[in-house]
């Protein structure tokens, strides 16, 4: 079973409490998107292997510790997850974005892949998909299958808000991806949206409705 990464820092708290409410607009929603995302891709990155390299201050020469090497894919899943993809090249501005599109089905209501483009060097990198919203569990997973069909092996899911009902079918699913949480709701209301939630999370991060 992947492990659930509930966030408990502070600020990350604090700050999802503005991007719930609903008197909060587009562009200081977007902005707080971005900084939860950057203070949540510290916990996603807590793991990141080190190696030492020699380097010298103007003191003394010194072994000291550079990440080694492990290359990250952000992936966002279109069109919300984008919202969490500029948080995340702050923290980490050497990694690589691929997009994953996907668009409900209206009779069998499957998720339907229509757009996939990942970085190279698939089967070496750390892929971190963005949702900011797991609610049923549907998309990430077809996120997730996406992703792997294509040969990725290393997957993280990131979201800010999730329900049980969508980690429930991502670990039953996906037992080797972990899963990184801002907060964890009660429940999905008769429309699959997040109860209490924070409304749709595309038309929030874009002003649309
Ligand atoms: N997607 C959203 O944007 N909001 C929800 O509550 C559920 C899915």
Redesign the pocket.
């Known amino acids: 079973m992947g492990e659930l990464f509930l966030m408990d820092h502070p600020l990350i708290k604090h700050k999802i409490t503005f991007i719930r409410d609903k008197n909060t607009g587009a562009k200081e929603f977007r902005e707080l998107v971005k900084e939860v995302s950057m203070l949540m891709g510290y916990e996603v990155t807590r793991n990141l292997e080190l190696e030492e390299i020699e380097i010298e201050t103007p003191v003394s020469k010194t072994k000291a510790k550079v990440i080694a090497g492990k290359k990250l894919g952000i992936v966002p899943i279109l069109r ?1 997850g984008l919202g969490m993809v500029e948080g995340m090249l702050t923290l980490l501005p050497a990694a690589k974005v691929g997009h994953v599109g996907l668009y409900r089905d209206p009779e069998t209501l499957e998720a339907v892949e229509y757009y996939c483009k990942l970085p190279s060097d698939v089967r070496e990198r750390t892929f971190i998909i963005t949702d ?2 797991l ?2 569990g549907v998309s990430a997973n077809s996120a997730i299958d996406a992703v792997k069909k294509r040969g990725a092996i290393d997957i993280k899911l990131m979201c800010l ?1 999730a ?1 049980p009902e969508g980690i429930k079918v991502i670990q039953e699913a996906h037992p080797d991806v972990d899963i990184y949480l801002g907060e964890l709701d009660e429940k ?1 209301n008769e429309h ?4 209490p ?8 991060l874009f002003g649309t409705k």
Not at 192 to 195: K, L, S
Not at 197 to 204: N, Q, T, W
């Open positions: 919300a900011p919203m609610a049923t808000i329900a999905l699959a949206y997040i109860v939630g924070l409304g749709d999370a595309g038309d929030r």
